[in-house]
Protein backbone atom coordinates (compact mmCIF):
# COMPACT_ATOMS: atom_id res chain seq x y z
CA UNK A 1 0.00 0.00 0.00
CA UNK A 2 1.77 3.34 -1.15
CA UNK A 3 1.69 5.47 1.58
CA UNK A 4 2.38 9.86 1.61
CA UNK A 5 3.04 11.74 4.39
CA UNK A 6 3.33 15.14 4.32
CA UNK A 7 4.79 17.48 7.23
CA UNK A 8 6.51 20.51 7.78
CA UNK A 9 3.44 23.66 7.67
CA UNK A 10 2.39 25.91 9.94
CA UNK A 11 2.12 29.90 10.36
CA UNK A 12 4.71 32.00 9.01
CA UNK A 13 4.61 35.92 8.01
CA UNK A 14 5.04 37.19 4.59
CA UNK A 15 8.19 36.83 3.42
CA UNK A 16 9.51 33.86 5.45
CA UNK A 17 10.23 30.17 4.52
CA UNK A 18 9.42 26.91 5.32
CA UNK A 19 10.06 23.71 4.24
CA UNK A 20 7.31 20.91 3.30
CA UNK A 21 8.25 17.32 3.27
CA UNK A 22 6.44 14.21 1.83
CA UNK A 23 7.65 11.07 2.71
CA UNK A 24 6.63 7.75 0.83
CA UNK A 25 6.42 4.76 1.55
CA UNK A 26 5.03 1.13 -0.07
CA UNK A 27 6.27 2.37 -3.41
CA UNK A 28 7.86 -0.64 -6.31
CA UNK A 29 8.79 1.94 -8.81
CA UNK A 30 12.21 3.40 -9.12
CA UNK A 31 10.60 6.23 -11.59
CA UNK A 32 7.59 8.18 -11.17
CA UNK A 33 6.21 11.68 -11.24
CA UNK A 34 5.78 13.20 -7.86
CA UNK A 35 3.91 16.78 -7.54
CA UNK A 36 2.94 19.31 -5.03
CA UNK A 37 -0.42 20.53 -4.92
CA UNK A 38 -2.21 23.00 -2.97
CA UNK A 39 -6.03 23.98 -1.98
CA UNK A 40 -7.53 27.20 -0.78
CA UNK A 41 -10.71 27.03 0.93
CA UNK A 42 -13.17 27.77 -2.32
CA UNK A 43 -10.63 27.20 -4.82
CA UNK A 44 -9.71 24.70 -7.23
CA UNK A 45 -6.76 22.43 -6.35
CA UNK A 46 -3.43 23.63 -8.47
CA UNK A 47 -0.22 21.80 -9.16
CA UNK A 48 2.63 23.87 -8.36
CA UNK A 49 5.87 22.08 -8.50
CA UNK A 50 6.55 18.52 -10.60
CA UNK A 51 9.38 16.23 -10.48
CA UNK A 52 10.26 12.98 -12.17
CA UNK A 53 11.64 10.50 -9.50
CA UNK A 54 14.93 8.40 -11.99
CA UNK A 55 15.17 11.48 -14.30
CA UNK A 56 15.01 14.31 -12.19
CA UNK A 57 13.24 16.54 -14.58
CA UNK A 58 11.52 19.29 -12.63
CA UNK A 59 8.56 21.92 -13.73
CA UNK A 60 7.15 24.71 -11.85
CA UNK A 61 3.85 27.05 -12.20
CA UNK A 62 4.84 30.59 -12.75
CA UNK A 63 2.81 31.34 -9.16
CA UNK A 64 5.77 29.66 -7.53
CA UNK A 65 8.73 30.10 -10.09
CA UNK A 66 12.12 31.35 -8.50
CA UNK A 67 10.43 31.09 -4.72
CA UNK A 68 9.68 27.41 -4.41
CA UNK A 69 12.24 24.42 -5.46
CA UNK A 70 11.80 20.60 -5.66
CA UNK A 71 13.94 18.57 -4.83
CA UNK A 72 14.42 14.80 -3.58
CA UNK A 73 16.30 12.46 -1.62
CA UNK A 74 16.35 9.25 -2.66
CA UNK A 75 17.62 7.30 0.53
CA UNK A 76 15.32 8.93 2.36
CA UNK A 77 12.25 7.86 -0.40
CA UNK A 78 11.62 12.07 0.75
CA UNK A 79 11.05 14.76 -1.49
CA UNK A 80 10.68 18.69 -0.22
CA UNK A 81 9.20 21.55 -1.03
CA UNK A 82 11.65 24.60 -0.06
CA UNK A 83 9.46 27.57 0.32
CA UNK A 84 11.00 31.00 0.08
CA UNK A 85 9.52 34.56 0.08
CA UNK A 86 6.45 33.85 1.14
CA UNK A 87 2.87 35.61 0.22
CA UNK A 88 -0.62 35.58 1.61
CA UNK A 89 -1.85 34.36 -1.05
CA UNK A 90 0.25 31.23 -1.02
CA UNK A 91 -1.77 30.16 1.71
CA UNK A 92 -3.37 26.55 1.18
CA UNK A 93 -3.42 23.12 2.15
CA UNK A 94 -0.39 21.37 0.38
CA UNK A 95 -0.26 17.85 -0.63
CA UNK A 96 1.79 15.48 -2.50
CA UNK A 97 1.05 13.20 -4.85
CA UNK A 98 2.61 10.56 -6.92
CA UNK A 99 2.01 8.01 -10.18
CA UNK A 100 4.03 5.81 -11.77
CA UNK A 101 5.46 6.12 -15.35
CA UNK A 102 6.01 9.17 -17.40
CA UNK A 103 3.74 12.35 -17.49
CA UNK A 104 3.50 14.91 -20.55
CA UNK A 105 4.81 18.16 -19.90
CA UNK A 106 1.14 19.72 -19.88
CA UNK A 107 -0.50 16.81 -17.69
CA UNK A 108 2.29 17.27 -14.78
CA UNK A 109 0.52 19.53 -12.63
CA UNK A 110 -2.71 18.42 -13.51
CA UNK A 111 -4.20 16.58 -9.96
CA UNK A 112 -6.38 14.00 -12.02
CA UNK A 113 -3.55 12.24 -13.14
CA UNK A 114 -1.90 10.91 -10.53
CA UNK A 115 -3.15 7.86 -8.06
CA UNK A 116 -1.47 8.56 -4.98
CA UNK A 117 -2.37 11.38 -2.57
CA UNK A 118 -0.89 12.39 1.09
CA UNK A 119 -3.07 13.92 3.44
CA UNK A 120 -2.18 17.15 3.31
CA UNK A 121 -0.47 19.88 5.58
CA UNK A 122 -1.65 23.32 6.11
CA UNK A 123 0.46 26.12 4.95
CA UNK A 124 -0.61 30.17 6.61
CA UNK A 125 0.69 33.01 5.57
CA UNK A 126 0.24 36.68 7.29
CA UNK A 127 1.05 39.46 5.95
Known amino acids: QVQLVESGGGSVQAGGSLRLSCAAS????????MGWFRQAPGKEREGVAF????????YYADSVKGRFTISQDNAKNTVYLQMNSLKPEDTAMYYC????????????????????WGQGTQVTVTS
Open 51 to 58: IYIGGGRI
Open 26 to 33: GYTYSSRC
Open 97 to 116: AARSGHLALSLRLSSQFYNY
